[in-house]
């Protein structure tokens, strides 16, 4: 564990935040609102409850990657704008 406090912070989890006693008593001590959040499920995601936040940060907080590969839409995006600068290229004229 490190000493710094970003240190200490990519070490911690968020643990309290699964437990709504927890929750209640940052609430308390931390605010004057009368909202009580939901604790977070565990259903729900693919991390441990005890990930650390640094992993979290490694992994982007991203619970599933999906992938869509549009092949037609980027040769049509690339065409327009290839288009573009052949068309600025063409109406420029330099002299020396």
Not at 53 to 72: G, R
Request: aromatic share 12%; glycine share 2%.
């Amino acid at each position: 564990m490190g000493c710094t406090p970003s240190e200490l912070f990519h070490a911690s989890t968020l643990e309290c935040f699964y437990d709504s006693s927890c929750i209640d008593l940052i609430c308390t001590n931390h605010t004057k609102s009368t909202y009580s959040p939901i604790p977070l499920s565990t259903n729900v995601s693919r991390f441990l409850i005890n990930t650390t936040i640094a992993q979290l940060t490694n992994d982007l907080f991203i619970e599933t990657w999906k992938t869509a590969i549009n092949y037609s839409s980027h040769f049509e995006h690339c065409d327009l704008w290839f288009a573009r600068i052949h068309t600025l290229k063409s109406s420029t004229h330099f002299t020396h």
